[in-house]
């Protein structure tokens, strides 16, 4: 008799969901703004070649104010603002970075990393040097003497 109770009863209830007219879709949508990435921060990375990359990857995204936090101090160093960084190298529309391969040296508690590096956007190429430097592990220096980072560069955009 229970059986028939429940078998009935799922029936009933089986058949209930059958007859209810689907969900209507919400009379506006709204689209979900897409998240926007985190702005990256360059790498704490103690290989050279993999900073040097990644400093290429942010100026081919045209990420500006990364790009000026690859130099010393979070960027001050470059001796410009984030809005005249930008400035100078918004010029560059479609820039594939090319970094070569670099050599290192030492000199007074760091190490220099030179190396040569190509730009190119459309039919304009800039060629030049970009030199790295970070503290050699000293007890005392902060992360930030200890990342490499941008020293100089002879690249004009």
Not at 32 to 41: L, Y
Not at 79 to 94: D, I, N
Not at 119 to 132: F, H, L, P, Y
Request: net charge neutral; with cysteine.
């Amino acid at each position: 008799m229970n059986l028939r109770i429940l078998s009935a009863a799922y029936l009933l209830a089986l058949g209930a969901c059958h007859d209810q007219a689907p969900a209507s879709p919400p009379e506006a949508t709204v689209s979900p703004v897409p998240p926007q990435p985190a702005p990256a921060r360059p790498p704490s990375s103690r290989d050279p070649d993999m900073v040097l990359r990644a400093w290429g990857d942010a100026i081919e995204a045209r990420d500006w104010t990364t790009v000026r936090a690859f130099w010393g101090d979070q960027g001050a160093r470059s001796a410009l603002s984030e809005t005249e960084f930008a400035a100078r190298w918004s010029g560059l529309h479609y820039p594939k970075v090319t970094p070569g391969k670099g050599q290192s040296k030492g000199a007074a508690g760091s190490t220099y990393y030179t190396a040569p590096v190509t730009i190119t956007d459309g039919k304009r190429v800039i060629t030049g040097e970009v030199v790295m430097r970070r503290v050699n592990d000293i007890e005392g220096a902060t992360p930030e003497q200890l990342r490499w980072h941008i020293e100089s560069t002879s690249l004009v955009p």
